[in-house]
């Protein structure tokens, strides 16, 4: 399923209670995510937290953590014709979740030229995608999402999720080649598969609430990207994650 188009090289990163950053070449840049947090109102996740204790919260989000790096694994397996599997609760269910983005949302790719992809855009910011391909003939970034159950459009999280697409784009445009739009293939607990896509004008929109964005972090970041300690010292790979491979599908 991969086509070699582009030679994409990667970053590792590094993640703080500052947030997370990517090392390229000699500085650390701000990832997308990052980026995005700075201008969130996040009120609602302490009055969540206190609704619901912060135990059983911690325990909530660790779950969705897990399967959503399961999902992620599952679907980058499969994407380069290789095979995953997890035991666990979460990998089982994660499982299915991402057989259900490949039955659902895979029918408009028509070629894929990288899966976890590192990006940068000049000395500004960096980050990784799901996938970067051909979908309806047209090159996009495509991310992969879970979620506990079905979103609407109109979501603060799914309009997120639009920008940092547009970053990834820009991102991948002024890095390797132009970007037309973005796609997010999503899939809830109980197996309802979702699509969102952005292009022309609504992806111009996005790609203009990104640099917003990314200018409001620039204005009121206390510290410019810093130069980067030693590799071995500070990094750790995109890929550390604990799997069980070599099982069947």
């Known amino acids: 399923m991969l086509t070699k188009k582009y030679t994409y090289v990667h970053y590792d990163r590094e993640t703080k209670k500052s947030g997370r950053s990517y ?66 609760n979460e990998g089982q269910q994660a499982r299915k979740m991402a057989l259900e983005i490949v039955k659902s949302g895979f029918e408009p790719i028509t070629e894929v030229w990288g899966t976890e992809v590192s990006l940068h855009h000049t000395d500004k910011y960096a980050g990784a995608t799901d996938l970067v391909c ?25 309009q997120d999720y639009y920008t940092q697409l547009a970053a990834y784009g820009e991102a991948h445009t002024s890095q390797y080649g ?17 699509k969102f896509e952005i292009f022309d004008d609504k992806y111009e929109k996005y790609k203009e609430d990104w640099w917003k964005k990314y200018d409001h972090f620039k204005a009121t970041s206390e510290q410019p990207p810093q130069e980067s300690e030693p590799k071995d010292e500070t990094s750790s790979s995109e890929n550390e994650q604990s799997s069980h491979q070599q099982s069947p599908q």
């Open 23 to 88: 090392l390229v070449g000699e500085k650390k840049l701000p990832s997308v995510t990052t980026i995005l947090n700075a201008s969130k109102d996040t009120s609602w996740l302490k009055k969540w937290q206190e609704k619901v204790g912060i135990e059983e919260a911690e325990r909530i989000k660790n779950e969705a953590s897990l399967i959503g790096s399961e999902m992620h694994k599952y679907l980058e397996y499969y994407v380069q014709d290789k095979r995953y599997e997890s035991t666990s």
């Open 134 to 158: 051909l979908y309806k003939g047209r090159p996009v970034i495509v991310d992969f999402k879970q979620t506990n159950k079905p979103c609407q459009e109109y979501y603060s999280k799914v």
């Open 178 to 194: 132009p970007i037309e739009g973005g796609v997010i293939l999503m899939c809830s607990r109980d197996l309802v598969f979702q």
